[in-house]
């Protein structure tokens, strides 16, 4: 499942593992390569709020934006939690499997109960104005 010999070439400061679901094997493997950051196996339970609040993952680069959805590891790690893909993202077409293309006027999709947005090569500040149409 891992390259852990091509990870360790990269000589990683942090390893943000969403892949491994809990795995000790992997996640100790990885721990002697550099630190590991992962859910903790029992975090749904602990956090019961976090049980079918909507979630939505989106992404700005270059002028496009876009959506980590359900299928995808980054989308899954918050699926594990409790979290829900957020109804509007849901009713898009992922063009990759895992990705889909977010229109501008398709911003207020990433309204929902908990959203966590990013960039690609862009600064914060360019994003701004995309975020301000999705209030």
């Known amino acids: 499942m891992y ?3 091509q990870i360790e070439l990269l000589e990683p400061d942090l390893i943000l593992n969403v892949r491994a679901a809990g795995d000790d094997k992997v996640f100790d493997r990885l721990s002697k ?3 590991v950051v992962a859910a903790p196996k029992d975090a749904a339970a602990e956090h019961p709020e976090f049980k079918d609040k909507t979630f939505a993952y989106g992404v700005k680069f270059c002028e496009a934006c876009g959506s980590y959805v359900e299928g995808d590891a980054r ?3 918050f699926g594990e939690l409790g979290f829900v893909e957020n109804p509007a993202l849901s009713k898009l077409i992922p063009s990759s499997g895992f ?3 977010v229109a501008a006027e398709q ?3 990433f309204d929902a109960d908990v959203a966590m947005l990013s960039t690609i090569a ?3 500040e ?3 104005p995309d975020l301000a149409k999705a209030k």
Do not use: G, W
Request: aromatic share 14%.
């Open 75 to 77: 989308f899954a790690v």
């Open 3 to 5: 390259n852990y010999e």
């Open 126 to 128: 360019e994003v701004t």
């Open 99 to 101: 990705f889909a293309a």
């Open 122 to 124: 862009l600064a914060v």
């Open 107 to 109: 911003v207020k999709a």
């Open 33 to 35: 390569i550099a630190p």
